[in-house]
């Protein structure tokens, strides 16, 4: 048996399945739409767009597992024939990118505890990276390309949630220096 159709219903301004579809399904759409989608793009300049971010991805993760992490929590780009942090040469504090190389070689190695300590912010930005790269082996193997509803995303909260957990993780970082120089000199 069907359902009777609801009244004053405008069938000209409604896709047909709408007058159709469960009121409490359509109080969770988000009025811009959704926030992520797929599309079907079988085009070779989605899957070479995929494959850039995908030899992007894995570069980057394969220099932090080419590095041994400092267990200083500081100091792993030295291996990568980079100059030791002028910031922290001279102020004896660490700069705000202190310990993202040290970050990203554990956290490739699995020891995400040991890659927050060392840099919080570089931890997430390792597992942004690789969440990047299995994006990409999905777009390749689905053929399917990912949209972004830019409507639904305010610049000023990403801008806003950016700097919070990037200065944030300094001073978490430097928190912590001053907790290891003050145990080390016995609480002095």
């Known amino acids: ?3 009777p159709m609801p009244r004053n219903v405008d ?5 047909p399945d709408a007058a159709f579809e469960d009121p ?18 079988r085009s070779n300049l989605t899957r070479l767009t995929a494959v850039a971010v995908l030899a992007g991805s894995l570069g980057i993760l394969g220099f932090a597992w080419h590095v041994n992490p400092d ?16 910031f922290l040469l001279t102020t ?9 190389t040290t970050s990203f070689a554990y956290a490739v190695r699995g020891r995400l505890i040991s890659a927050f300590w060392s840099q919080p912010a570089g931890t997430l930005l390792a597992l942004a990276t690789t969440a990047l790269a299995c994006v990409a082996v999905v777009v390749l193997i689905a053929g399917r390309r990912v949209e972004l509803n830019w409507y ?3 610049p000023m909260h990403v801008l806003v949630i950016g700097l919070t957990v990037f200065l944030g993780s300094w001073v978490f970082k430097i928190v912590m220096v001053l907790l290891t120089r003050r ?3 016995g609480g002095t």
């Open 1 to 3: 048996m069907t359902e």
């Open 11 to 15: 069938l000209s301004s409604t896709p």
């Open 24 to 41: 409490s399904e359509q109080t969770d759409r988000h009025p811009l739409g959704p926030l992520v989608s797929f599309s079907e793009d």
């Open 71 to 86: 267990p200083k929590g500081v100091g792993t780009h030295r291996q990568l024939g980079l100059g030791p942090c002028g």
């Open 92 to 100: 004896g504090l660490p700069c705000p990118t202190c310990g993202m």
């Open 152 to 154: 639904r995303i305010n």
């Open 183 to 185: 145990v080390a000199t």
